[in-house]
T-cell receptor, first 109, second 113 residues
């Protein structure tokens, strides 16, 4: 079956760094997406990885290891507005997004 | 214009009502999607349209009926819903159905009474 695992909830301090991990087992792989979703709002696209390595975009970076079925999202210089759910999603061989359950990130002052 | 719009923002309907959700994008995207999202759960794919043709129906009950009048518009017709259908309904679009980021609309919060 297809499975994506990520922690349910994480807590971090304003100004710090946090890493949200995602492991996956899917039928085929056409890339991995990270989305941010604030409570009651729509998901917004953060990053896309299809090759191994690190993609950096401002305060956010995303890493992929296809051989390990593993990705992480790294958030630096955390701000209160980063409190949200972070969803990992893998595009499978049928070009369908398989979603993880999301990680709720709580930022404390 | 990098926006997907959805109307209405909120909808309360009885189990015997018929209503429609609307979605619009003007980014020239050729793939459009309907998702259902319950609280604290990830989005669940309901329908995918590619070039205005239904390409995926994830075995959704017939009380949900999608329609794609043209490449910019997507509707979801609702009839005889159940209270468990209460959820956030999200529309999304992408350039094509293949590897491409999906842009989401703000969603319609549906409550079935």
């Amino acid at each position: 079956g297809q499975n994506i695992d990520q922690p349910t909830e994480m807590t971090a301090t304003e100004g710090a760094i946090v890493q949200i991990n995602c492991t996956y087992q899917t039928s085929g792989f056409n890339g991995l997406f990270w989305y941010q979703q604030h409570a009651g709002e729509a998901p917004t696209f953060l990053s896309y990885n299809v090759l191994d390595g690190l993609e950096e975009k401002g305060r956010f970076s995303s890493f992929l290891s296809r051989s390990k079925g593993y990705s992480y999202l790294l958030l630096k210089e955390l701000q209160m507005k980063d409190s949200a759910s972070y969803l990992c999603a893998v595009m499978d061989s049928n070009y369908q997004l398989i979603w993880g359950a999301g990680t709720k990130l709580i930022i404390k002052p | 214009d990098t926006e997907v719009t959805q109307t209405p923002k909120h909808l309360v309907m009885g189990m015997t009502n018929k209503k429609s959700l609307k979605c619009e994008q003007h980014m020239g995207h050729r793939a459009m999607y309907w998702y259902k999202q319950k609280a604290k759960k990830p989005p669940e794919l309901m329908f995918v349209y590619s070039y205005e043709k239904l390409s995926i129906n994830e075995s959704v009950p017939s009380r949900f009926s999608p329609e794609c009048p043209n490449s910019s518009l997507l509707n979801l017709h609702l009839h005889a819903l159940q209270p468990e259908d209460s959820a956030l309904y999200l529309c999304a679009s992408s350039h094509g159905r293949e590897v491409d980021e999906q842009y989401f609309g703000p969603g319609t919060r549906l409550t079935v009474t």
